[in-house]
């Protein structure tokens, strides 16, 4: 359980396909001005690019509400793939993908026949007024942004869903899709939700990449209507056949790009290490790709975000104003009856001298009088003037934010326009910036995004595809210097600077409890780089001196576990004492502003762990739970497999634990006892069940849990029974099952058994219909060590105090085994032993 885990990930991550040759892609292109169809190819030769439809699809006034015409756009979409045959006739190649993006936080509610029960509200309609506010009053404004890394924008989805629900939502509703999700259900019926758009709604765990269920059930908000994520890359089916024979596509496959238009724009631009980008359309977006969330209170006053990327990065961004303001001035001279296209507005506007007023905020929904120059009374329809100065002004809105981005330690930027036609519209940015600009239509490139399924993994030109372990460092460091601190120091902690927090240089680990599991801790944060032991605690009196030579470190010693909580020195707890002693250990540290470290459980009863936690929230700490397992080799790749897709939707899994402790656990009074050991779930198999949770995702809805317990004499001393069987079932009707068995004679046997709509994993043995290649008639096999040893010794605490510690020094959440996280694990447990003690099913929301 030891071996390193990201080499392995990466692996399954990012697999390395064949070349896709002279095979033709299309891209449809929406943004919230119009869409377009672009056809392209990349091979070994080079890249080849040509819009072949361009389509409108203005939104209207529909019941009250600024609405989407679906048909239109469905019909714009459809148009596209029907030029692109004729257009890949054309060419002597065949055309065999087609992805969609859009823009971001609006969506569509189907039914359960999957039909859209009504137009989807634009982003600009004023449903959102003080929602804001209302959601704060649920949960407030720095724990949202802490746990997606989310910027705070009025029409996010999280606030337009909000609306839609005290509004009341039409009845029948069973999905929510994103736009482009919508469109690839209309084109192959998928039901999935892509990564890069979810990352938009605001409610989405920035570390875990997955819905935040916490959040999403504290608002009211429902759950089960979500939609499973998908990955860009994954291959969402085909064509559906009635629009194969009406469109002439017989077998185009449909995948997801970064269906998040900048997404895509980003996962298409050739980056080099320590540039900053430009995405120019009707928004524009200043930033720079990291691999991990950047989640401070510098980031947060400055309202950058973290919104997903492809290839495993993440867009940390800033909004800043974009061409929707020259595209309402032409429609506003348009209504005083001049039209003007960009040619000609631009030519105009060459020949005016260039005007620089101070760029202005404009509300983010109605563009108010876009028509006026800034310098007073509004000049006459059409003046060249007014472009003009809208052109240096929308260059400007690039300053605030890539001053902080990209004007340090010679980092550059990439400016990179849209789906507008100009030429020369970034010219006054780049005049002013001096910075190169980027090359034409950047955001054509998603469909770089569908060879990376089809077959190409590569960058024209021969750049490499990026892969999170590629140049992540700087990319972090440029985050690091947006959000106002000096870099990153050879451990890769943030140096403060003018505008940065004081950052702690190396946490303080004081450990309570010395018996066989504390030493492995103490051991594990030996290797941990940002961290050491500093203190012990017991209720027995040690000798310091052998202390220090058993455990090598120099350490203080108290008997006083108050003693320690008051010590500065400490900055950590770490609880490693019998079960019962959790809660109040835990509360405690807690309340005297210690992060802290818990073994499961973290209580034994269900009260008392929500105790717990309302004290780490109140607090504001950090806790890390030990549902250490999560880090282990084996559940980290199986989790990358289904994060890639290979499994496809997973709608049955299985993860049970077998271990023979019975006769050794027994040995300690305090575990058999039911009111100290609590049940085989709490004292062990809640490991399983958490790890079913951590491979399932979503809300288990009810629970309904046997015992039993072997007959053998050498068991008999636990009050409490020592196999429980477990039944899950899912919001969304999936299923699950977990065994929990501590009274078995046999070896140490961790078993996982994943089904899912494109494959299976059992153990490390796995078939998958999205790798060609592989026989279907017998396993393909991981590799990848098991979770096969009971002892803690082998536990990968490690790479989780790693992942613990550099959270805390980041000011980010804790990844996978957070306070919040566990805690819905716990729940699911406390249902299960409540089930099996009443003999009924439990539902979950019985224990909030």
Known sequence: MGVNPAPLAARCLYPRFSVAGSALHL?????????????????????????????????????????????????????????????????????????????????????????????????????????????????????????????????????????????????????????????????????????????????????????????????????????????????????????????????????????????????????????????????????????????????????????????????????????????????????????????????????????????????????????????????????????????????????????????????????????????????????????????????????????????????????????????GREREATAVRAAGFTGLDPGGRAIPGDRGAVLMSELRIGVVGLGWVAGAHIDAFKAVKGARVTAVCSRRSWDLKALEAKYGLPLKAYTDYAAMLRDPEVDVVDICTPHPQHPEQAMAAARAGKHLVVEKPIALRHEDARAVRDAVRAAGVQACVCFECRFSAHFTLTRAMIDQGLLGELHYGEVDYYHGLGPWYGQFPWNVKKDMGGSSLLTAGCHALDGLLFFMGGQVEEVTAYETRSKNPTFAPFEYATTTTTLLKFADGRVGKVASVVDCLQPYYFHVHLVGSEGSLLDNRFTSTRLPGLKKDRWSTLETSLVDSGDVKDHPYVPQFQAFVDAVQAGRPMPRTDFETAYESHRVVFAADRSAREGRPVKLVELP
């Not at 765990?205 to 269920?213: G, L, M, P, T, Y």
């Open 27 to 471: 891209a449809i292109d929406l943004g919230a001005g119009s869409g377009r169809a672009m056809l392209g190819r990349l091979d070994e030769t080079g890249f080849f690019l040509k819009e072949v439809h361009r389509f409108q699809y203005p939104p209207s006034r529909v019941d009250g509400h600024l609405r989407w015409p679906s048909r239109r756009l469905l019909e714009g979409i459809e148009a596209g793939i029907r030029s692109a045959v004729h257009a890949s006739a054309a060419l002597g190649a065949p055309l065999e993908t087609v992805g969609v993006d859009s823009w971001g936080v609006d969506y569509g509610l189907l039914d359960a026949e999957g039909g859209l029960l009504e137009e989807p509200i634009a982003y600009r309609d004023d449903r959102t007024a003080g929602e804001m506010e209302a959601v704060f009053a649920k949960v407030g404004r720095e724990e949202i942004f802490r746990r997606t890394g989310i910027q705070f924008l009025v029409f996010n989805t999280i606030y337009q869903l909000h609306a839609h629900v005290r509004q009341g939502l039409p009845a029948g509703v069973r999905r929510l899709l994103m736009i482009p999700d919508l469109c690839h259900h209309h084109l192959c019926g998928s039901t999935s939700g892509e990564y890069t758009n979810a990352s938009t709604t605001q409610l989405l765990d920035a570390d875990r990449r997955a819905w935040d269920d916490e959040l999403i059930g504290r608002l009211g908000l429902p759950r089960e209507i979500l939609p499973e994520i998908a990955t860009p890359g994954r291959e969402l089916g085909r064509l559906q056949p009635e629009l194969q024979g009406r469109l002439g596509a017989p077998g185009l496959r449909v995948i997801a790009p970064a269906t998040h238009d900048t997404g895509s724009a980003v996962a298409g631009t050739p980056l080099r290490e320590g540039w900053a980008y430009v995405s120019s359309g009707t928004w524009s977006l200043v930033g720079v790709e990291i691999d991990r969330p950047l989640v401070n209170q510098n980031v947060a006053r400055a309202n950058f975000t973290n919104e997903g990327g492809a290839h495993g990065t993440l867009r940390f961004l800033k909004n800043v104003m974009g061409l929707w303001i020259l595209e309402s001035c032409r429609k506003e001279w348009a209504e005083r009856g001049l039209a003007m296209d960009y040619a000609r507005l631009l030519e105009a506007v060459a020949a005016v001298p260039p005007a620089l007023p101070q760029p202005a905020e404009h509300d983010r929904g109605a563009p108010g009088e876009p028509g006026r120059d800034g310098a007073g009374a509004p000049p006459g329809p059409g003046s060249p003037r007014q472009g003009r100065s809208r052109l240096p002004r929308f260059a400007l809105r690039f300053r605030p934010p890539n001053g902080r981005v990209a004007d340090r330690e010679g980092d550059r930027g990439s400016a990179h326009r849209g789906r507008r036609e100009p030429e020369r519209l970034p010219e006054p940015g780049h005049g002013r910036r001096g910075r190169p600009s980027g090359p034409r239509r950047a955001r054509g490139g998603h469909r770089h995004r569908q060879p990376d399924r089809a077959g190409d993994r590569d960058r024209p030109g021969g750049q490499p595809g990026r892969r999170p372990c590629e140049g």
